[in-house]
Nanobody
Framework: QVQLVESGGDSVQPGGSLRLSCAAS????????MSWYRQAPGKERELVAT????????DYLDSVKGRFTISRDNTKNAMYLQMNSLKPEDTAVYYC???????WGQGTQVTVSS
């Protein structure tokens, strides 16, 4: 059974940092491009970052470029999102997923507020 579990969300002040983790099971992550998405209250879910199978290539939503870093550890079947210089507009539920396949995890809440 394919399962994705996100963790690491928290409430932080603007300018703070968080590191999200994604633990995958039921499939081999090294075979798939992986992505982080987010959904803010009242907004559509959006693609935040993608990393290719070997981690050689990454892509980011314009608004997070230079602040967020996606990475993966295929030996642990895991993926990460390092988020620095957080802004209130980064507040959302963050999800990890295989780029082109389901399912969705339960998400982890990130709240950026003073």
């Amino acid at each position: 059974q394919v399962q994705l579990v996100e963790s690491g969300g928290d409430s932080v002040q603007p300018g703070g940092s968080l590191r999200l983790s994604c633990a995958a099971s039921g499939f081999t992550t090294s075979m798939f491009d992986m992505s982080w998405y987010r959904q803010a209250p009242g907004k559509e879910r959006e693609l935040v970052a993608t990393i290719t199978t070997t981690g050689q290539s990454t892509d980011y939503l314009d608004s997070v470029k230079g602040r967020f870093t996606i990475s993966r550890d295929n030996t642990k079947n895991a993926m990460y999102l390092q988020m620095n210089s957080l802004k209130p507009e980064d507040t959302a539920v963050y999800y990890c997923k295989r780029r082109y396949y389901g399912p969705w995890g339960q998400g982890t809440q990130v709240t950026v507020s003073s």
